[in-house]
């Protein structure tokens, strides 16, 4: 019982005073460890004596005002061994091209203030034995704000005895390696996505090789880079088309694009049929003219010109259409192949996804076919034409 209630340096408590606060911290370890392997019998003068000898050792920049002991607890009061140096920091910044460079201008601003005041008043002499946590502040900050970021830090010499701390910085992994763009269009011509996307491979080059979480906190601008490239674009300029952005990070990228345009649509088709006679290749030219006479109601004008490719056999149709929601289509068509009227409703395709397309002549008959688009270029359908002995059909569709 009387071993339990003996004071024991196994409780206690180093406390340092005198020094900035991530740099106590160190020293208050280095001195517990010394501390707690102290006999519990040794005179509270034996143990003021030797903590402050090993004290003015281990923290090297420092002398000792006053060890005082409280039971078990332990206060080391410690002041500079001469005048602080100035110090100065300069943020060593790594080599990235417009526009990501102004990205980490933006997350850096600021950044060496609050790292100038870590070393304020403290003596070089101290980052003998506190560099690690120094290192560890200063990582601490530069994390929240340039996350993937590994930092590293060199003392030199500068200008009237001034001391000069040096940050850089050093892309950790994992880093990104490619960014996907994909274009989704019923607007614009499939034939002309492949040169939009190698510019914004060329416009995405400057993101390459930065940190994926860096480039997470940075989606926004990311999107916002997409949408720069594609306004500079002539096709777009002149279709007066309007950029939908998303975007997914990771060490391959990807942005999913929506470019509808506004004044223009247009796309070319070649077909083929199986599980039908007297059905031949064909292909097909879609060109209409849009407006937005109303908000959220677009209306197209267009004409659809389909040859078959065994006879040369054109038929001509013209009609019109508006959107009241996204992608889905009401309206009606004229077509000189049976000198009739139509009413048609179509969910357009995308890639990758399922698509489909209704018609409905005013003496009765029904045409229609439900659809899947593996990719920018190629679709199946299965269709249904009342006008045909065999009625249901498969048709595949190259898309141009």
Same mark, same amino acid.
């Given at each position: 019982?009387?071993?339990?209630?003996?004071?024991?340096?196994?409780?206690?408590?180093?406390?340092?005073?005198?020094?900035?606060?991530?740099?106590?911290?160190?020293?208050?370890?280095?001195?517990?460890?010394?501390?707690?392997?102290?006999?519990?019998?040794?005179?509270?003068?034996? *143990?003021?004596?030797? @903590? *402050?000898?090993? #004290?003015?050792?281990? /923290?090297?920049?420092?002398?000792?005002?006053?060890?005082?002991?409280?039971?078990?607890?332990?206060?080391?009061?410690?002041?500079?061994?001469?005048?602080?140096?100035?110090?100065?920091?300069?943020? @060593?910044?790594?080599?990235?091209?417009?526009?990501?460079?102004?990205?980490?201008?933006?997350?850096?601003?600021?950044?060496?203030?609050?790292?100038?005041?870590?070393?304020?008043?403290?003596?070089?002499?101290?980052?003998?034995?506190? %560099?690690?946590?120094?290192?560890?502040?200063?990582?601490? @900050?530069?994390?929240?704000?340039?996350?993937?970021?590994?930092?590293?830090?060199? &003392?030199?010499?500068?200008?009237?005895?001034?001391?000069?701390?040096?940050?850089?910085?050093?892309?950790?992994?994992?880093?990104?390696?490619?960014?996907?763009?994909? &274009?989704?269009?019923?607007?614009?011509?499939?034939?002309?996505?492949?040169?939009?996307? %190698?510019?914004?491979? *060329?416009?995405?080059?400057?993101? &390459?090789? @930065?940190?994926?979480?860096?480039?997470?906190?940075?989606?926004?601008?990311?999107?916002? /880079?997409?949408?720069? &490239?594609?306004?500079?674009?002539?096709?777009?300029?002149? #279709?007066?088309?309007?950029?939908?952005?998303?975007?997914?990070?990771?060490?391959?990228?990807?942005?999913?694009?929506?470019?509808?345009?506004?004044?223009?649509?247009?796309?070319?088709?070649? #077909?083929?049929?199986?599980?039908?006679?007297?059905?031949?290749?064909?292909?097909?030219?879609?060109?209409?003219?849009?407006?937005?006479?109303?908000?959220?109601?677009?209306?197209?004008?267009?004409?659809?010109?389909?040859?078959?490719?065994? %006879?040369?056999?054109?038929?001509?149709?013209?009609?019109?259409?508006?959107?009241?929601?996204?992608?889905?289509?009401?309206?009606?068509?004229?077509?000189?192949?049976?000198?009739?009227?139509?009413?048609?409703?179509?969910?357009?395709?995308?890639?990758? *996804?399922?698509?489909?397309?209704?018609?409905?002549?005013?003496?009765?008959?029904?045409?229609?076919?439900?659809?899947?688009?593996?990719?920018?270029?190629?679709?199946?359908?299965?269709?249904? %034409?009342?006008?045909?002995?065999?009625?249901?059909?498969?048709?595949?569709?190259?898309?141009?």
């Amino acid at each position: 019982m009387c071993l339990l209630l003996m004071p024991s340096p196994l409780w206690a408590a180093v406390r340092v005073e005198g020094l900035n606060g991530w740099l106590a911290s160190g020293a208050e370890r280095s001195l517990g460890a010394v501390y707690e392997h102290i006999p519990p019998g040794e005179t509270s003068g034996y *143990k003021e004596s030797l @903590i *402050k000898v090993v #004290a003015e050792r281990l /923290l090297s920049g420092y002398v000792v005002k006053r060890v005082a002991l409280s039971g078990s607890d332990v206060l080391v009061l410690l002041e500079p061994r001469s005048a602080p140096p100035g110090w100065s920091v300069e943020l @060593i910044r790594p080599n990235l091209s417009p526009p990501v460079d102004g990205w980490f201008e933006s997350d850096a601003d600021g950044l060496a203030g609050d790292i100038a005041s870590l070393v304020e008043g403290v003596p070089t002499e101290a980052l003998a034995w506190g %560099d690690l946590d120094l290192k560890r502040e200063i990582d601490a @900050i530069c994390s929240s704000r340039l996350p993937g970021w590994r930092t590293s830090i060199m &003392i030199r010499s500068a200008p009237e005895d001034g001391v000069r701390l040096e940050v850089s910085f050093t892309p950790d992994q994992p880093l990104t390696l490619a960014v996907t763009p994909r &274009i989704n269009s019923s607007s614009i011509p499939v034939m002309l996505h492949s040169n939009l996307r %190698d510019d914004l491979l *060329k416009g995405f080059a400057p993101v &390459i090789g @930065i940190p994926v979480p860096w480039l997470e906190a940075h989606r926004d601008d990311l999107v916002a /880079l997409g949408r720069e &490239i594609l306004s500079d674009e002539y096709i777009v300029e002149s #279709a007066r088309a309007v950029p939908e952005v998303t975007a997914r990070t990771g060490v391959v990228s990807e942005l999913d694009i929506d470019l509808e345009s506004n004044r223009y649509a247009a796309w070319v088709w070649f #077909a083929v049929y199986s599980g039908v006679e007297d059905r031949y290749p064909e292909a097909g030219l879609h060109f209409g003219r849009r407006t937005l006479p109303f908000n959220g109601w677009e209306v197209e004008l267009y004409g659809e010109f389909i040859v078959s490719l065994n %006879d040369w056999d054109l038929e001509s149709r013209f009609g019109t259409r508006w959107a009241p929601w996204r992608n889905i289509w009401f309206g009606g068509e004229w077509s000189d192949a049976d000198s009739s009227w139509w009413l048609r409703a179509s969910v357009e395709s995308r890639p990758r *996804k399922p698509y489909a397309w209704l018609r409905y002549s005013l003496e009765g008959e029904t045409n229609g076919g439900l659809g899947y688009r593996f990719n920018d270029f190629m679709s199946i359908e299965l269709n249904y %034409d009342s006008r045909f002995g065999d009625s249901w059909y498969v048709r595949g569709l190259v898309n141009l």
